[in-house]
């Protein structure tokens, strides 16, 4: 069965031993590579192929765990109980690009920029842009429910699902449609590998923008800042992308030249990382200046310090809050939207910083950290929490998770992805320990007090970035009874058990 | 909250009903748990009107120990279980202005919401048609309709952030409210859409809209029927959002829309540039002729909407293409009598039931098409 396309030397399942998971880097950089080693890797190219995996697997009950590209931040892809890797990168296929109805039909592993890319030449586009875009799937995007920086036009990726195909736990193929009643489509989208394997489906499109306006703005206060987006949501504009970086975050966001005001230096707290890591590393190339080097390496030992100072001092020695705003799409539509949205922010209380910071997010927005590694082997470690809730407990959450968090880890945070009843917050934190048992245990800890601020603030513990094995433990306060009914899918799509064993806290 | 409008439908599995004109057995206890003037029975079969989520609760409990199916809205269809009547849970529970959403119980009617947020100057996000306006939310979200939905909204199901509900066994779940969440399938979308066979929705939260500042209507006269499709498909593909949108099987497109100023504009010049280029021509605007009794419906994907409109023979008046959202579009035909629900769950929906539901406890809305 598939000859050449199995594997099971040492190298292989090293490779697939992992995802960037953050807690899996401070474990490798204490020397211990792979403590989770599947037994085999198999690459199918076929939905056959995939059924006469996942059916020789349930009859020796050996775990399956789905593979896209690894990208994942949960340990979602961790084969934690051994078996099969599945990895779906080639199956690539774009299938059809049904430019009448705006419609394209993927088969999961393609990568997602090859899939945006090949869009782009029939004049579409899916509008879904992850930081990770270049080293994550399409059937990744699916299984997580991700979410691209322009999700507030274009939707998460579950909102643009009209029809999925997958390979049940039992080796049985199904493809559901988003109008059926229920909606199954809904059950497999974020499932995680647990239900089954995503082979394809088919997605919205849209016509490539035919004009794009991105400007900057600034607001003297998160809550101000906020209260703007709220407004222009609520008034039916639909920005591409909003995204409001926190006193800290702006700051950092800002270039050395103070004439520069306002400008991002990069595409959010991805790139930070990088910012990070060239700051902790001898020869990594800083851009920023030395004062601000010292207070980060400061706020990785005395957090709770850092934090507090920052927390004070920053609203008033700094110029604000940046927004960026973009807009997208038809021209006459865009323009108008643009218009109104100039008429909304100002009312709310903005200054227009012009085009500049818009401009340089777009081209930077892709500038993804590849070399997250580094900033572990200095000691310290960079993750990232993203949560959501309504408009009206939008600020406690965001001051609970600070609060929580504060005392163990350096913390700033973007408010990004809205809507009309909501929005999320992209928190980062960064902390550095003794060794890698004291990182490991800090890191769980900050984890733990962020995620039960969450709850308890009545918020969802993810927006994008998905459960995996992170947040298995947190799935009970999460759901609640209703986990009821995910243990009940689980049964009947996988009655062996064998689809991504001790993920999801099912 | 009765739905005895359409026909079909599973009726009420037999419980463990009397015989005769008596009543059941067990409608002692449920005269104890929601009062005697909230519980009709007969027949072997019983009528409740539970007035809160406890009293609920205890129904389910009750249905649960002496082994009687539970249906909502069943009437007449009943052949001898517990008929639930949730029109005495029609509270609002919370109305978030600062989020747009509003919490509900299930049994209130689209009317009585609409009224309810009339006084705020708020409405239901989704342009609704008529004949759903007797329909309870309960209705809308258990057994949702292809002509509910509109191309900002989509079905009117993606209005519902988060709902609670009774599972078939009585455990009560309530989904945690996020505008989007990454944590494991939406197991909401298992009691949506269910038809009140996988649980029973007791309350949800649902989006809802401010009037906007300004409002504009427009139609066009398209020179053909598929004309006037692809017109009002091509508008949708571009992103075009307008509040609601319907073309006659004569060929009129019709639009509304809102929002800011400068966007009601550009989303009509939109709408016209398009109709242009089919050959189409503004025409007055006089709103379409009401249809008030609840006509045949299908769904259509945008895909194929232009060949299956073309292949039901349509003519004149009679016919309608409504509720365009970004994945397909709902074809009404005024002169044709609605259809029955579908007799079979999908495969799926089935194995799920008997492992929520191993005793057949909850049985199908009739009329739920
Ligand atoms: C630098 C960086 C930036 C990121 N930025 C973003 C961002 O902006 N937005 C965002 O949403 N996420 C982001 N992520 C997270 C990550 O890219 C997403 O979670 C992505 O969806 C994962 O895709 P993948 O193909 O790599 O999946 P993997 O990591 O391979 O798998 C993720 C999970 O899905 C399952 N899975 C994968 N493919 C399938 C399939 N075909 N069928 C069933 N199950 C499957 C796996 O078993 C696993 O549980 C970022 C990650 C990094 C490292």
């Not at chain 1, 991700?146 to 195909?165: C, H, L, N, P, W």
């Not at chain 1, 973007?414 to 550095?432: E, P």
């Not at chain 2, 769950?345 to 049985?363: H, S, T």
């Amino acid at each position: 069965m598939m000859p050449g396309r199995v594997s099971t030397t040492v190298p292989d399942r090293i490779a697939y031993a992992r995802d960037l998971w953050p807690r899996g880097l401070i474990t490798l950089s204490g020397g211990n590579p792979a403590p989770h080693q599947p037994d085999a890797v198999v690459w199918p190219v076929s939905t056959e192929e995939v059924q006469d995996i996942v059916r020789a697997a349930a009859r020796t009950a050996t775990p399956i765990v789905p593979f896209g590209a690894g990208s994942g931040v949960c340990g979602g892809t961790l084969p934690i109980k051994g078996g099969i890797v599945v990895d779906l990168k080639r199956m690539r296929a774009v299938v059809e690009v049904d430019a009448v109805a705006g419609a394209a039909t993927v088969e999961a592993g393609i990568i997602g920029e090859h899939l945006e890319h090949e869009l782009n030449r029939r004049g579409f586009t899916l509008g879904h842009f992850p930081s990770s875009i270049m080293c994550s799937t399409f059937g990744g995007w699916l299984a997580a429910r991700s979410a691209g920086q322009f999700s507030t036009r274009y939707g998460k990726i579950e909102d643009m699902v009209r029809r999925v195909s997958f390979v049940d736990g039992r080796g049985e193929l199904h493809s559901v449609d988003a109008s059926g009643t229920p909606d199954i489509t809904q059950w497999i989208v974020g499932s995680e590998g647990t239900l089954g394997i995503i082979t394809r489906a088919t997605v919205t499109v849209r016509p490539s923008p035919e004009r794009q306006l991105y400007r900057g703005w600034s607001f003297p206060r998160v809550a101000s800042g906020c209260e703007a987006i709220r407004r222009l949501l609520q008034r039916n504009l639909r920005p591409a992308c909003v995204r409001l970086y926190d006193e800290l975050d702006s700051f950092l966001h800002r270039g050395e030249k103070d004439h520069d005001e306002g400008v991002p230096e990069s595409s959010g707290p991805e790139a930070m990382l990088e910012q990070y890591l060239s700051m902790l590393t001898p020869t990594g190339k800083s851009v920023i200046g030395e004062w601000k080097r010292r207070a980060i390496a400061l706020a990785l030992n005395r957090p709770e310090l850092v934090n507090r100072v920052a927390g004070a001092v920053l609203p008033y020695a700094q110029k604000g809050c940046l927004l960026i705003v973009g807009f997208e799409g038809d021209k006459g539509l865009c323009e108008a939207e643009a218009r109104a949205a100039t008429v909304e922010l100002e009312r709310a209380g903005g200054r227009d910083l012009g085009e500049g910071p818009g401009l340089r997010w777009l081209k930077h927005r892709y500038a993804v950290s590849f070399r997250m590694q580094k900033v572990f082997d200095a000691g310290a470690f960079v993750d990232t929490m993203e949560v959501a809730t309504s408009w009206d407990k939008l600020l406690d959450l965001y001051r609970a998770v600070r609060e929580a968090v504060s005392p163990l880890a350096f913390i700033m945070a973007h408010f990004s992805h809205a809507y009309v009843d909501g929005c999320s917050i992209y928190f980062t934190f960064a902390a550095r320990g003794a060794n890698t048992a004291d990182a490991e245990r800090k890191y769980d800890a900050i984890w733990k007090a962020g995620l039960t601020a969450v709850t308890k603030a009545g918020a969802t513990i993810s927006h994008h970035h998905g459960v995996g094995l992170s947040k298995a433990p947190f799935m009970p306060e999460e759901h609640g009874a209703a986990m009821e009914i995910y243990r009940a899918l689980k049964n009947v799509l996988d009655p062996s058990g064998i689809m991504n064993p001790g993920k999801m806290g099912l | 909250m009765s739905e005895q409008t359409g026909d079909g439908g599973q009726a009420g599995a037999g419980g463990g009903g009397g015989d005769g004109n008596e009543a059941p057995f067990w409608a002692d206890r449920l005269v104890h748990a929601v009062g005697a003037a909230h519980v009709m029975s007969e027949n072997g079969r019983a009528l409740v009107r539970p007035g809160a989520p406890a009293e609920l609760v205890d129904v389910m409990r009750i249905a649960g120990e002496v082994g009687a199916a539970v249906g909502i809205g069943l009437g007449a269809h009943n052949a001898g279980g517990i008929d639930v009547d949730l029109s005495r849970m029609c509270n609002v529970l919370y109305l978030d202005e600062t989020s747009l959403t509003v919490t509900v119980q299930c049994g209130i009617t689209v009317e009585a919401l609409e009224h309810a947020l009339g006084e705020r100057s708020l409405t239901l996000g989704a342009a609704l048609p008529p004949w759903s306006r007797t329909r309870t939310l309960g209705a809308l979200l258990a057994a949702p309709r292809a002509s509910e939905a509109s191309p900002r909204t989509g079905r009117f199901l993606q209005s519902c952030i988060g709902v609670q509900a009774l599972l078939p066994d009585g455990t009560e779940i309530s989904t945690r409210l996020a505008p989007r969440k990454a944590t494991g399938p939406d197991l909401m979308h298992v009691v949506l859409g269910g038809r009140g066979t996988l649980g029973i929705l007791s309350a949800a939260t649902v989006r809802v809209q401010r009037r906007q500042e300004s409002r504009a209507a427009a139609a066009f006269k398209l020179p053909t029927l598929p004309a006037a499709l692809s017109t009002a498909r091509k508008l949708i593909v571009v992103g075009g959002r307008p509040a609601d949108l319907a073309v006659s099987g004569t060929g009129t497109l019709w639009l509304e829309v809102d929002g800011p100023a400068a966007l009601v504009a550009a989303e009509v010049a939109l709408a016209e540039r398009i109709a242009r280029e089919h050959g189409g021509e503004p025409v007055p605007q006089t709103p379409p002729p009401r249809i008030k009794a609840r006509p045949h419906e299908r769904a259509v994907p945008l895909e194929t909407v232009d060949s299956a409109v073309l292949a039901s023979s349509l003519v004149g008046d009679s016919v309608r293409v409504i509720a365009w959202h970004p994945a397909g579009a709902c074809v009404v035909d005024s002169a044709r009598a609605p259809e029955p629900p579908p007799a079979d769950a999908p495969a799926l929906v089935a194995a799920l039931k008997r492992r929520l539901d191993p005793n057949g406890r909850l049985v199908a809305w009739p009329g739920a098409v």
